[in-house]
Structures are given as structure tokens and as C-alpha cells.
């Protein structure tokens, strides 16, 4: 009786479960499946990753060289303070045998700057002039007592008689 | 040595492609093959064509989605059938339609026949369907996929990745607690 009762039971479940999907159901789910949204690739993480690290190698090595052409920039030192004013000075200029150029950013560059921003045959020369000017005075002299707005005293110029020959008509 | 990187990279991608053309043939196939037991999983728990077929539809969706991730595609079918059970158990839960049950083809041939009979049978159906409703889901699920497209225990148990004997015990306690509810119910 009770395993009538299972078979029955079994009938009744394998006769309700014998329905079939309507026919357009697959269509459906492909219709679906077509509206999803690109599925992720497996790998492509790591193809996007190199791509754009392989991009980011390349535009820092443009940018690196770019810069190395440029060379340096005004703005990357400061011009050595003006020698002429220290050297005028009565004491001797132990100065100028201290870098000329100070680096603010880039402390690589300090010899570059000098050849940039003071050719050395200038700094030479002017070096030897201000030696010369410490050492005998300036080449002209300046009355202390001259004035800018005095009169100029010129003295009298004296012009001799030119004497002019008779001409000799008679000569011919 | 940046174009070979490039070139690398492009043939991995071509091979990734070629890759995903191959899975969505496939898939395609396995589309085919079990879409009527997605179908069914889903209308044993909810006995609701439309409903059924909207859970057997997001099943193939979420499968779809993780498909490239299963290495092993004999575990498809098994996989699936855990996919759609979940989704049609979480849809019953849910959805009020659920008590809008469609009657099974038997109830229709029976009605053609006799009113009466057909009155009893729905009542039979019902109660068949109430006490199988209240058997532990383990239990729920074995009785559903051995009575599916007439798989015995040794489908059930692969669709299920379980030991067959396992599949018998599991069968065996549920029909013994089907036959308790049921001389509950005539009595």
C-alpha cells in the first residue's frame, strides 16, 4: 500500500515536472546574453596593465630627453652677486676664487652654469682689471674739487700771421 | 624592444579573442543541452511557467557571466542546477505569484475527462506538492532531479556531485517523510 503510495507520488512529480520551456525561450536568453555587457577577458587585466605601463616608459623617456636638450635655464641659478662691487672694496677679494654660480635645484649643473653665464676669457679680464684697479688706482684722475656744472676754462689760442709772397708778374 | 612588447601584447590579445569565440560556441552548445533542466529545476520549486523560465534565464546569465572561469565544463550542468535552485528557492521566497500555481498536464487531461475526477486530482497534485514543499531542502532537491527527465539515482547523484549511496539514503529519508505526511493528509 505505502509503495503504491511512492510510485504514486513518483508518477504525480515526473508528470508535473514534464513541462517543457516555450520555444522561444532560448532565443530569449541569447537576446539577454547579447545585452550583457562585454565580459571581462581572461588575461586582459595584464594586456591592459602592459600596454599602458609600456606607454608610460615611453612618454617619461620624450619627456627626460626633451629636457636634456633644453640644457639649463636661466632660472635654475643665480647669477654670482655682482664682483665688481665687492672687488671695488678696499679689502682684498679673496671672493673670487669662490663658485661663481650657486645651484638652487640641480647641484649637477654648477659648472655648466658658469660657462653659460660667464665665459671664462671675460671673468679672466675682468678679474685683471679689478686687480689692476686695487692695485694702482684707477688709469685717470679726478680733480676733488670738479664740479659738474663749472664753466670749462679754455685758454687763449694763439694764431700766427701767415705772410703771403708777392707774385711776379714779370717773370714771364 | 618597445615594439616587440607591443607585438606580444597584440598576439595576446588575438589569442584572447580566438579564446572567447571558442567559449561562446560552447556555451551556445551547452544552451541547448540544458535549458529544458534549468527549466525544470526552477519549475519544481515554483510551479509557474513564466517564473520558472525567468529563473531559468538569469541562471544562464550568471553562468554566462563565470562560464570562462570553469576549467572543468563537465561541471556545468551540476553547477547550473545549483544556480537555478538557488534563484528559484530566493524567487519563491520573494514573489507572490508563486501561489498562482500552474496545474500540471495530467490536471488538464483529467479535467477533460471527468469534473470531478479532475477536482480530485488537483487535490492529490496539491498535497503531493505541499508535503514535498516541506521536505528539508536536501532532501527536496534529490526527489525533484531523480524524478526530472527520468534521471535515476546515478544522474541524480552527478548532476548533485555526490556519491551515489548518498543520493540513495538522501531518497530514501525523503520518500519515508513523504509517506508520513501523505497518511497524515488522507487521513
Known amino acids: ?172 | 624592444m618597445g615594439s616587440a612588447g607591443m607585438r606580444l601584447q597584440a598576439g595576446r590579445l588575438e589569442a584572447a579573442i580566438a579564446v572567447d569565440a571558442d567559449l561562446e560556441r560552447e556555451f551556445e552548445t551547452l544552451l541547448v543541452e540544458s535549458s529544458r533542466l534549468a527549466f525544470r529545476v526552477a519549475f519544481a520549486v515554483l510551479r509557474h511557467r513564466q517564473d520558472a523560465e525567468d529563473v531559468a534565464q538569469e541562471a544562464f546569465i550568471k553562468a554566462h557571466r563565470h562560464f570562462h572561469r570553469l576549467r572543468d565544463r563537465s561541471r556545468f550542468r551540476p553547477w547550473l542546477v545549483r544556480v537555478t535552485w538557488r534563484l528559484a528557492l530566493d524567487r519563491q521566497r520573494t514573489d507572490r505569484r508563486r501561489m498562482v500555481r500552474e496545474h500540471s498536464e495530467s490536471d488538464s487531461r483529467g479535467a477533460a475527462g471527468n469534473e470531478q475526477d479532475a477536482a480530485v486530482e488537483r487535490d492529490r497534485a496539491a498535497r503531493v506538492w505541499t508535503a514535498i514543499d516541506a521536505l528539508p531542502e536536501k532532501l527536496r532537491l534529490v526527489v525533484v532531479l531523480v524524478n526530472i527527465e527520468g534521471h535515476d539515482v546515478a544522474g541524480a547523484a552527478e548532476l548533485l556531485r555526490l556519491p551515489a549511496g548518498t543520493v540513495k539514503s538522501r531518497l530514501f529519508l525523503a520518500r519515508q517523510k513523504l509517506k508520513e505526511s501523505l497518511s497524515c493528509a488522507t487521513k
Do not use: K
Open chain 1, 1 to 172: 500500500m505505502r509503495d503504491e503510495m511512492i510510485t504514486d507520488v513518483d508518477r504525480q512529480i515526473q508528470e508535473a515536472l514534464a513541462v517543457d520551456p516555450s520555444p522561444d525561450f532560448q532565443a530569449r536568453v541569447r537576446i539577454r546574453l547579447s545585452e550583457e555587457p562585454q565580459r571581462h577577458r581572461p588575461g586582459m587585466g595584464w594586456l591592459v596593465s602592459g600596454v599602458i605601463g609600456l606607454a608610460a616608459v615611453a612618454a617619461l623617456a620624450m619627456f627626460v630627453s626633451s629636457r636634456d636638450d633644453v640644457g639649463p635655464r636661466a632660472g635654475d641659478f643665480v647669477a654670482p652677486p655682482t664682483q665688481s662691487a665687492a672687488a671695488l672694496e678696499p679689502v682684498p677679494p679673496p671672493a673670487t676664487e669662490q663658485p661663481v654660480a650657486r645651484p638652487l635645484r640641480r647641484p649637477t649643473r654648477v659648472n655648466a652654469a658658469e660657462t653659460v653665464l660667464v665665459p671664462a676669457a671675460e671673468r679672466e679680464a675682468f678679474r685683471r682689471f679689478l686687480r689692476a684697479v686695487t692695485e694702482n688706482g684707477l688709469p685717470y684722475a679726478v680733480p676733488l674739487d670738479a664740479r659738474d656744472d663749472a664753466p670749462l676754462s679754455v685758454p687763449g689760442i694763439t694764431i700766427d700771421p701767415i705772410v703771403i709772397a708777392p707774385i711776379d708778374s714779370t717773370a714771364e
